[in-house]
């Protein structure tokens, strides 16, 4: 183990003398100044000290590869690189997730709460609780989603809500994403690669599996369909291939057995959104949105939108369709207002936070702005309306010309910023080129919210600086990614003060093909065929198609919300190079028959059939290089069969 973690605390107590930032961090592993491991890692420890660095490293680079052949990458630098995955997971006691989970619900509660009054009659601002011109003056509240409640009036169907542990290890919230929250593709692949690698860490540890979040999404999406719909139609609406968040989306629209769609694919017709089909326009009940709120609907907001389709917003308005999240939810993203979120959940809930925020400074406020103006160099200054660390500004790292910069930009707008004091991140041990050694992290836990009850995927997404001593943990500026493993109490349950959670997954769901015990062999239910409502009225048609308009499809694609924090891709072989590229749907009746056929370029083929009682039966093969094969079948439901062959790279996927 020496050759593990040889240095290991010297390296933390230097990095931490020679910043001037407040306090040491709190390590996960290891009390200050102790080689006593935490008890959550005491099992974890022993499994790790028998594997030597070498082991380490290429178990390592076999994570690495298996991203890269998936297609599961970020641009860095403008270099294709696999997103990293650090094989050190982070293991997070019963106890100390009892809390966090408790947290994160409330939080949601609240915020569900004060977006469905702020679109509504504004009872906080009537009594003082925020100001009216911050809820006026922010980038993403928009008047038009005034008055639009789906039918279980639930707004936040996913939320992501960023947390650190401060220097004394307690959590904390960072900020809170409820627009169109990502980065649970990484959780899931993360789990999956670890259990294939490094199978031998789990068996002696109950670890929280994670892999029924599909399901539970499916179900909120579900319960979010307007009255009257007992069947539902639910598509996942992409910006393209071009997103970077693409490999996410097709991701989820697999797990969940739902359509994945572009705004192309969609048309407004009678108040009601419409599926394209050979046979006829299928109705769609259900949009899970990963395209943002601007370029959802041309009539609108940005005219120039090739991303969305005219007449959404309108029949949302009518009832007849369920947009999730909830355009507008944006406003509660805003970080100024995120200073608020403590005295809205006094105000809506009655209850004392249970997670605190970060002290921040409002700089709006004369007396709050002449402070950081005068300690610049000391803090860390944020854009109200940044995302993936973008525009943030950590003092103590700036240089005199970037703050001199910032110092004109915060006079000129001080609604734009917040400060906060730079909060030591808790350190992990990370594996780097020196061994393993404490790296800065965060988490992002993703709760669903179907109406009824909140559920919190069990840890979420921890990230990662991978450069020594630094804050920010964006993949695009150099992080990585960890596993990360809530443990559950001896009886397998966990103490979450009333908060239903279940322990592990069901046995038979969406879910298993992610879970920790997953049978290699298990495979989502098939989607069921929905028949075609007859076309009684010509479509609304997109925006003209012109010969600018690729160029400017994939310029909106690339500036959409994307990967958390960084590119995330699915390598393509899209249509228009050297190749044509269909699509042919034949639905039938409820529990009938529905084919696919999709031919792409240099021989991409894809055919799905659906029965009401047949199996579930995937084929791959890829004839263009080094062969592989895949075999894939199950009875026990509806049935669906993929054949995908490539004959042009020697892949298919």
């Known amino acids: 183990m020496a050759t593990l973690f040889d240095g290991y605390a010297t390296a933390g107590t230097a990095r931490a003398g020679r910043q001037r930032r407040s306090g040491q961090p709190w390590d996960e592993m290891f009390p200050d100044g102790e080689t006593e491991v935490r008890e959550p890692y005491r099992e974890l420890y022993p499994a790790l000290a028998r594997l030597s660095q070498e082991e380490l490293r290429g178990r390592t680079d076999a994570l690495a590869s298996s991203y890269l052949a998936q297609g599961v990458t970020f641009d860095f630098a403008g270099e294709e690189r696999p997103f990293p995955l650090d094989v050190v997971p982070r293991v997070i006691s019963a106890t100390d997730w009892a809390r966090a989970e408790a947290g994160v619900a409330q939080r949601v509660r609240a915020l569900e709460r004060f977006l469905a009054d702020v679109y509504g009659p504004q009872l906080a601002v009537r009594d003082g609780v925020i100001p009216a011109g911050l809820v006026s003056s922010s980038t993403h509240f928009h008047r038009q989603a005034a008055g639009i409640v789906g039918a279980n009036g639930v707004r936040i169907h996913v939320a992501g809500i960023d947390l650190i542990r401060d220097e004394r290890g307690d959590w904390r919230v960072l900020e809170d994403n409820v627009r169109v929250p990502s980065g649970v593709s990484y959780v899931i692949s993360n789990r999956r690669m670890m259990a294939q690698t490094l199978p031998e860490l789990f068996t002696s540890m109950r670890v929280r599996p994670v892999g029924d979040y599909p399901n539970k999404l499916l179900r909120a999406l579900r319960a979010s369909a307007p009255e009257g719909i007992e069947d539902p139609t639910i598509v996942v609406l992409t910006p393209g291939v071009h997103n970077s968040a693409y490999y996410e989306h097709t991701l989820l629209a697999r797990l969940m057995g ?9 048309f407004c017709s009678g108040g009601r959104v419409w599926m394209h089909t050979t046979a006829g326009p299928t109705r769609v009940d259900v949009i899970y949105r990963r395209v943002d709120d601007e370029f959802l609907d041309p009539q609108q907001f940005r005219p120039d939108s090739v991303l969305g389709a005219p007449g959404l917003m309108l029949a949302a308005r009518l009832g007849h369709v369920t947009i999730a999240n ?24 009655g209850e004392e936070p249970i997670l605190p925020n970060v002290d921040t400074w409002r700089l709006e406020e004369p007396d709050a702005l002449a402070e950081v103006l005068d300690r610049l160099d000391e803090l860390v200054v944020k854009p109200v309306d940044g995302s993936g660390g973008k525009g943030l500004v950590i003092g103590p790292d700036a240089s005199r010309s970037e703050l001199d910069e910032l110092r004109g930009r915060l006079l000129a707008d001080p609604r734009g910023w917040i400060a906060q004091p730079v909060v030591q991140l808790s350190t992990i041990p990370t594996l780097v080129e020196d061994g393993l050694r404490p790296r800065h992290a965060d988490l992002r836990p993703f709760a669903v919210n179907d109406g009824d009850e909140i559920w919190v995927l069990p840890g979420g997404l921890t990230r990662v600086a ?3 001593g630094r804050l920010v943990v964006n993949s695009s500026q150099g992080g990585g990614s960890k596993d990360t493993w809530v443990l559950e109490t001896s009886a397998g349950t966990v103490d979450t003060g009333g908060l239903r959670v279940p322990a592990t997954a069901p046995a038979r769901n969406v879910g298993a093909l992610v879970s920790d015990q997953a049978s290699p062999n298990a495979q989502p239910e098939a989607p069921r065929a929905v028949a075609a409502e007859p076309h009684r009225s010509s479509p609304v048609t997109a925006s003209p198609q012109d010969e600018e308009a690729p160029v400017r499809q994939q310029q909106q694609q690339q500036q959409q919300t994307g990967g958390r924090g960084g590119a995330q891709r699915r390598l393509e072989t899209p249509a228009g190079r050297g190749g044509a590229q269909r699509r042919l749907e034949t639905p039938a009746g409820r529990g009938g028959a529905q084919r696919r056929l999709e031919t792409s370029g240099a021989g991409l083929e894809t055919l799905r059939s659906s029965t009401g009682g047949g199996g579930l039966e995937t084929l ?17 439901g509806a049935g669906v069969e993929t054949l995908r062959s490539s004959t042009g790279g020697g892949a298919a996927c």
Do not use: H, Q
Request: hydrophobic residues 35%.
């Open 258 to 266: 739902v359509e994945l769609v572009e705004g192309r694919d969609l």
């Open 326 to 349: 909830a355009v507008g939810n944006g406003v509660a993203d805003d970080k100024l207002v995120y200073t608020y979120v403590p005295d809205l959940i006094r105000y809506y809930l």
């Open 466 to 468: 991978l450069p020594e």
């Open 620 to 636: 791959r093969s890829s004839t263009g290089g080094a062969g592989v094969e895949t075999l894939r079948s199950s009875t026990g």
